[in-house]
């Protein structure tokens, strides 16, 4: 079992920069494929960024390939998304995402759990 706890959501301005945490409690995180996924309104769910347990793999959306790093301290149990260059089009409130399974996935049907998300918000 694993619970997840998002933070570092908040209102930034097209252009801007904003880094989400993501930090997990349970026993076994470095076994742990993560990932990010968001939610705008009125719109499924997305794959946003996945990172593999050790953290030597990662795959983006084409959306945000180029903006958007992922990147995770085991130690920590900690996984985190750096988005710089936000857009408008980026607002949605943002879900942090564990599969207990060795390969990048980037279908949330894979994911065994889910934090309660961080809403981000980009002006423009």
């Known amino acids: 079992q694993v619970q997840l706890v998002e933070s570092g959501g908040g209102l930034v301005q097209a252009g801007g920069s904003l880094s989400l945490s993501c930090a997990a409690s349970?026993?076994?995180?470095?076994?742990?494929?993560m990932a990010w996924f968001r939610q705008a309104p009125g719109k499924e769910r997305e794959f946003v960024a996945t990172?593999?347990?050790?953290?030597?793999?990662?795959d983006y959306a084409d959306s945000v390939k180029g903006r958007f790093a992922i990147s995770r301290d085991n130690a920590k149990n900690t996984v985190y998304l750096q988005m710089n260059s936000l857009k408008p089009e980026d607002t949605a409130v943002y879900y942090c995402?564990?599969?207990?399974?060795?390969?990048?996935?980037?279908?949330?049907?894979?994911?065994?759990?889910w934090g309660q998300g961080t809403q981000v918000t980009v002006s423009s």
């Open positions: 990172i593999s347990s050790s953290g030597a793999s990662t």
């Open positions: 349970g026993r076994a995180f470095s076994s742990y494929v």
């Open positions: 995402a564990a599969r207990s399974f060795f390969s990048l996935s980037a279908q949330k049907k894979s994911y065994n759990y």
